[in-house]
């Protein structure tokens, strides 16, 4: 989604340190609650969704806003098992 990204305005070193985002300073606190939520449904059969990974999403964003969140990484990820299911 790099190019989509980059065409919204997103600076390339951003992008560059998303991989090491608990580390990079070029996050803001928004980003790394939306980041850390997003990992955090992703990798469920670890963190369970935990309270630590939620409760920060209600000091930046709306209930709307975490719902849509929650919706995007749970699609993404759905269609991400579709592709390696189906060897995409």
């Excluded at 989509?4 to 990079?24: F, I, M, N, T, Y």
């Excluded at 996050?27 to 939620?54: C, G, P, V």
Aim: charged share 25%; net charge negative.
């Amino acid at each position: 989604h790099s190019e989509s990204l980059r065409a919204e305005g997103v600076p390339q070193a951003k992008l560059d340190g998303l991989a090491g985002w608990r580390v990079s300073r070029h996050f803001q606190a928004r980003e790394r609650a939306a980041l850390a939520w997003a990992e955090s449904l992703s990798e469920i059969a670890r963190s369970h969704a935990d309270d630590q990974d939620y409760q920060p999403l209600e000091a930046h964003f709306s209930a709307r806003e975490i719902s849509d969140l929650t919706i995007a990484v749970a699609l993404m990820s759905g269609l991400n098992r579709l592709a390696i299911g189906m060897r995409l």
